[in-house]
T-cell receptor, first 113, second 111 residues
Framework: DQQVKQNSPSLSVQEGRISILNCDYTNSMFDYFLWYKKYPAEGPTFLISISSIKDKNEDGRFTVFLNKSAKHLSLHIVPSQPGDSAVYFCAASAQGGSEKLVFGKGTKLTVNP | NAGVTQTPKFRILKIGQSMTLQCTQDMNHNYMYWYRQDPGMGLKLIYYSVGAGITDKGEVPNGYNVSRSTTEDFPLRLELAAPSQTSVYFC??????????FGQGTRLTVV
């Protein structure tokens, strides 16, 4: 039972354009969501997070949107840069319940110069 | 600033052998996690711990054991290694409500 789903295995965009990565979740107890970036042969690194009390969080070129009613979140990268090419993982946890941090399968983003 | 340190970085095991993957963190985090990542797949939770002396199973615990005798260390034990355990293993730590910090990973091959 996959509780966090990233249905697009890959995404290709042109440098300077917007990248939109999507994530859906099924567990209504999840109230804290995170995005991680992973380069080959490295551990995942934290990008941005959002609590369920918000519907948007921005950090520089990265913005995460949360739609609780749809159980959907998205990561926007504007403008996209070739160095953003990596695998992006969505993760979720329930702060008031289980302390598990559950990850999706990831989306491989390629930003073409 | 060491963060989360995993050893070894690479290991080849023969079927039936056992080994311990080491993980230590210097951030005084209560929560620690072990994940495995298979090719083309996401991170699957093996075991996690909410503090010294407390551990619990994740999604894929079979074939593994853990212990948490100190806040800093969270070793993962593989008994009777099988080819299905060939994977990249990541350890992470966090405090509740904050981001998790990951180690660099251990690439394990069972032949």
């Amino acid at each position: 039972d996959q509780q966090v789903k990233q249905n697009s295995p890959s995404l290709s965009v042109q440098e300077g354009r917007i990248s939109i990565l999507n994530c859906d979740y099924t567990n209504s107890m999840f109230d804290y969501f995170l995005w991680y970036k992973k380069y080959p042969a490295e551990g995942p690194t934290f990008l941005i997070s959002i609590s369920s009390i918000k519907d948007k969080n921005e950090d520089g070129r990265f913005t995460v949107f949360l739609n609780k009613s749809a159980k959907h979140l998205s990561l926007h990268i504007v403008p996209s840069q070739p160095g953003d090419s990596a695998v992006y993982f969505c993760a979720a946890s329930a702060q008031g319940g289980s302390e598990k941090l559950v990850f999706g399968k990831g989306t491989k983003l390629t930003v073409n110069p | 600033n060491a963060g989360v340190t995993q050893t070894p970085k690479f290991r080849i095991l023969k079927i039936g052998q056992s080994m311990t993957l080491q993980c230590t963190q210097d951030m005084n985090h209560n929560y620690m996690y072990w994940y495995r990542q298979d090719p083309g797949m996401g991170l699957k939770l093996i075991y996690y711990s909410v503090g010294a002396g407390i551990t619990d199973k994740g999604e894929v615990p079979n074939g593994y054991n853990v212990s948490r005798s100190t806040t800093e260390d969270f070793p993962l034990r593989l008994e009777l290694a099988a080819p299905s355990q060939t994977s990249v293993y990541f350890c992470a730590s966090r405090e509740l409500g904050t981001e998790a910090f990951f180690g660099q990973g251990t690439r394990l091959t069972v032949v």
